[in-house]
Each structure stands twice: as C-alpha cells, then as structure tokens.
C-alpha cells in the first residue's frame, strides 16, 4: 500500500526559523529542516514523500476576498532568499517539492485526497486545524514540533464541537489567524452554542426565527459574512495536479 508524508512545507520551515533569536540568521537551516525531514521519514516509514510549498499567485481566496490574511506578518527576506537553496538542498536528500500556484492548502488537501480514495494513506505534516475537515480514516495529521498526531477528538475537545461542524462553526466565528470574518458579533462561545442547539449553520439560518432576537439580529446583519467565511474555510480536493507519484518515491538504502 503507498504511504504518502505530505509535508506543509512553510508551516514546517517557518515555525523552525522562527526559533533562531535573529530572523535573519539562516545558518544552518538547511541542516534543521532535513533533520526534521528525516526523522519524519524515520518514524511514519511512508513509500513516497513530497514537500509542498506556496507559490505566488493571488489565492481565489484573496481573489473572493480582499482582507483574507491581512495583516500577516511577512517572511523574513534572509528566508525568503533561501528558499530556493533550501529546496535544490532537500531534493539533493530525496525530499521532491511540489509547487503550489498559490496556497498550499488546496493542493496538501487534493493529494490526501486522491491517495486515500486509491486506497493508499496520506500523513500530512501540518499544525493548521484546517485539514480536520478531510473526511477519510486513511487521511492523518501529524504535528512535528509536539511529536503526536493532530486527532479528531483532541480537536472536538479544544473547539467544544463535532468534526462534521468545524466549517459551520469557522464560518459563525471567523479565524482570526487567516483574517475570515465570520458573523460580526458572534464569537467562538456563541457559535458552540447555536451549533449545540442548531447542529448546523443552515439549521440556524432556517430557524431564525427560533434564536434568541440579539443574536437573530446579528446573524442576520451578517449573513453574507456568514456564506463567505464559509467559502473561504473550505478545501479545495479536486484541484489539476501535474505530478507523478513515481517522483516521490523513497528510495530504500541498497545493500552494502
């Protein structure tokens, strides 16, 4: 069976960078990220490997909407600068990239995807709570830095809801680390509660009527917000990918 590592390549590089005392120190970064690379390779044993980056195209999230990660702090320019070194150093270890257009995220989550649905397993390497919502027992999530996998209920326990409402609820509170509005008014608390009482963000909205009238109020105001942030939450499984499998192939160590 394949076992494909999927590894969020700046979330993995950047929280590692972010541990230098000097954002413009580099020295050395190579050499920690293989690290990681190979004692993620060492511990989940996969087939096949990939390490997936965002590119610079304007998202269709930034395109749906304007402030999406606004106010993100920007990559430090001696990491920028090394990138590319960075990349030809991993591939030169038999760590393959794969190049978003724009996010990441879309393209982790399309790979996942088409292996699970092949009957392979996917790992992907990631703290971003956005890939809960990938619905398939062979598709897991692994936090490299606290060394354990990202479960579905340690994430129903910290969000106080279902797997199946992360969305809905996204869409109700917003996230504020991607700049997703949500419904004005209506934080993390509320948006549990209504969920409890409501199950869903249509069961909400179709029995207005039912919420109390300062929050009805609100959740009407906010309606729109309310389908955009929805849009925006969303993973995209189904996006063109031109690449191979054959290229992310481990290659096991001959005999010596």
């Known amino acids: 069976m394949n076992k494909f590592l999927i590894i969020d390549g700046m979330n993995l590089v950047r929280r590692i960078h972010a541990a230098q005392p000097n954002e413009s120190d580099v020295s050395g970064l190579k050499e920690r990220v293989n690290g990681a690379c190979r004692k ?10 990939a390490i997936v980056w965002d590119g610079d195209a304007i998202s269709w999230r930034k395109a749906l909407y304007e402030d999406y990660k606004k ?5 430090p320019e001696a990491l920028a600068n090394t990138l590319a070194d960075l990349k030809a150093y991993l591939a030169e270890q038999q760590v393959n990239s794969i190049e978003a257009e724009s996010e990441a995220d879309d393209v982790i989550a399309t790979l996942a995807t088409k292996l699970a649905s092949n009957n392979g397993e996917a790992i992907i390497v990631s703290t971003d709570k956005g890939f809960c919502q ?10 490299h830095f606290n060394q354990s996998y990202l479960t579905i209920e340690d994430m129903e326990q910290k969000l106080h809801i279902e797997r199946s409402q992360l969305i809905d609820y996204l869409a109700l509170a917003g996230d504020s680390g991607n700049k997703i509005p949500g419904v004005p008014g209506i934080g993390p608390k509320s948006a549990v509660e209504l969920l409890k009482i409501f199950r869903s963000l249509a069961n909400i909205y179709n ?3 039912k919420v109390g009238s300062k929050q ?20 995209q499984v189904d996006i063109p990918l031109n690449v191979n499998l054959k290229q992310f192939r481990v290659e096991t160590p001959k005999p010596t």
């Open 71 to 75: 106010g993100r702090k920007p990559m």
């Open 207 to 209: 029995s207005i009527d």
């Open 216 to 235: 009805a109020n609100k959740l009407e105001a906010g309606k729109q917000m309310a389908r955009l942030s929805y849009k925006l939450v969303q993973l």
């Open 40 to 49: 993620l390779l060492k511990f989940h044993q996969p087939t096949h490997v």
């Open 134 to 143: 990938l619905f398939h027992p062979a598709i897991k999530q692994w936090d």
